[in-house]
């Protein structure tokens, strides 16, 4: 099983790069998991420009077919203006529609404050909604009183094992692909497509 985490902070020495690395070193102990973390400020993957995702070349087209050969994911993004970065959002706009199609998803973010932890179930699982995949029910969140001292409060890392259970118990669990009906094909723009 590849494992992949993606973090969506444009910051060096990311929280949620570190909460997204707990949840995949939860994983350890299973020697039929691979784990890789990707974190899109340093991936090298140019902004979404519209055209079909095929057309991509160089680092970008490397981004994609990373996130394409996963098997599972674990997902994070700081809050930025009460929602994922736009950095978090390029990385998704990228993708081909069915990338993610009946994979599964942990959900991870960071905050400032407790303020905007349900853009977990807002903004987050709705953009992983529309890829068709899994969401884990449980996600992670953490804000600055769970960093103090630069290390991770313990109730953060127990709830990093417990997504990391269900991350690997639904993937095992559901067969790849299967995901009910799909949403009608979305043109990007017809101008740019291939003949
Ligand atoms: C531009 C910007 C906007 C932010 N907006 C919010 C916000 O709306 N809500 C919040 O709780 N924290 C907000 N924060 C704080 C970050 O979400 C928080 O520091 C986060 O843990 C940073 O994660 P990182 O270290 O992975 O980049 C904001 C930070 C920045 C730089």
């Known amino acids: ?31 039929d998991i691979e784990t890789e ?14 055209r079909p995702p095929e057309a991509y070349e160089g680092e970008t087209r490397q981004v994609i077919d990373k996130v394409v050969a996963a ?7 700081p809050m930025y203006r009460g929602s994922y970065t736009g ?15 009946g994979k599964v998803v942990g959900l ?5 404050s407790d303020h905007h932890f ?7 699982r709705p953009l992983l909604s529309f890829f068709r ?3 884990v029910p449980g996600t992670v969140y953490a804000q600055n009183v769970h960093f103090t001292g630069g290390e991770i409060a313990e109730e953060t890392r127990r709830a990093c094992r417990l997504l990391a259970e269900e991350v690997v118990r ?20 017809p101008d740019q497509q291939k003949p």
């Open 170 to 189: 639904l993937t095992r669990a559901i067969s790849e692909g299967q995901a009910g009906p799909a949403y009608p094909v979305i043109v990007r723009r």
């Open 118 to 124: 349900l853009a977990l179930e807002h903004q987050l």
């Open 71 to 77: 098997d599972a994911y674990v997902v994070g993004s």
């Open 108 to 112: 991870v973010a960071t905050g400032g």
């Open 87 to 101: 950095a978090f959002k390029n990385l998704f706009d990228l993708l081909p529609n069915d990338a993610l199609t």
């Open 37 to 50: 973390l990707l974190e899109v400020a340093s991936s090298g993957a140019i902004l979404c420009d519209g």
């Open 1 to 31: 099983m590849r494992l992949l985490g993606i973090s969506g902070s444009p910051s060096r020495g990311s929280r949620t790069s570190r909460l997204i690395q707990e949840v995949l070193d939860a994983t350890a102990q299973q020697a």
């Open 133 to 135: 995949a899994y969401t």
